[in-house]
């Protein structure tokens, strides 16, 4: 599979907040590192066609996701930063009133909310208010309505923030298991969750992408004055390097 962003161009007003960008993503896990205002999140939102672009073009599978619409918002999972609009509702009605908004029905849509319920672990607390929830158990909530229709491209902002270093784990290896027959994109702050599961890393800054690499490879390419004396080159040091001022 492939989903490609050709000369993505955002503004504005006078801000620019993609600056001519050009990706492609594959199957697998891109964990994408930036300070607030790189664009990251803008990236996500011109993906998902929440905000419109200035210029440039998205495709997947070589079709402008524009023309395919719908076609292409059904191959499409998002899971946002954790939000509490929802809270009120359970587990359960929560992921069926999100994949009536993806077009499900009947049972299609009772045994998807099962499925996904299941793959997170919150089907046996389905009756529950996810104002109830855990940090972490709200993080699998979003996730499982993410998964509905069984998304190609999955789009993750943030998904372990706020979480305690065992629920980050389940999280993050769940993500991992999920990649192998999608293309994940995976934006944090959290460095080491990226460098312990990601295929391939983007440092953006300034709307612009100053390396992608496996995380290996931007390791190895530290500057021997970035290299530390007291640890291991880590993907945190390259960040702080490239991404830091």
């Known amino acids: 599979m492939e989903l490609k962003l050709e000369n993505i161009t955002k503004n504005y007003g006078s801000f620019t907040a993609l600056d001519h960008l050009s990706l492609t993503f594959e199957t697998g896990i891109c964990g994408i590192l930036g300070a607030n205002g790189a664009g990251k999140s803008t990236m996500m939102n011109l993906i998902t066609d929440n905000i419109k672009r200035d210029g440039g073009a998205i495709t997947f599978e070589g079709r402008e996701i524009l023309e395919m619409g719908d076609e292409f918002r059904a191959v499409l999972g998002y899971m946002p930063q954790q939000q509490g609009i929802y809270e009120r509702m359970t587990a359960l009605s929560f992921v069926t009133y999100m994949g009536r908004l993806k ?34 158990m709200k993080q699998r909530a979003l996730l499982a309505q993410a998964l509905l229709g069984d998304p190609k ?93």
């Open 103 to 136: 077009g499900l029905k009947g049972r299609v849509l009772q045994e998807q909310a099962e499925q996904v319920l299941r793959l997170t672990n919150l089907w046996d607390v389905r009756h529950k208010a996810v104002g109830q929830f855990s940090g972490g």
């Open 153 to 245: 491209v999955l789009i993750l902002d943030e998904p372990t923030a706020g979480l305690d270093p065992r629920e980050r784990m389940r999280i993050r290896d769940f993500i991992k298991e999920l990649s192998k027959e999608r293309i994940v994109l995976l934006a944090t702050h959290i460095v080491s969750d990226i460098e312990t599961i990601a295929d391939k890393v983007i440092l953006m800054k300034k709307g612009k992408v100053v390396s992608m690499d496996t995380p290996a490879n931007l390791i190895a390419s530290l500057p021997e004055d970035w290299r530390p004396v007291a640890h291991v080159p880590s993907l945190e040091d390259v960040y702080l390097c490239y991404l830091g001022d």
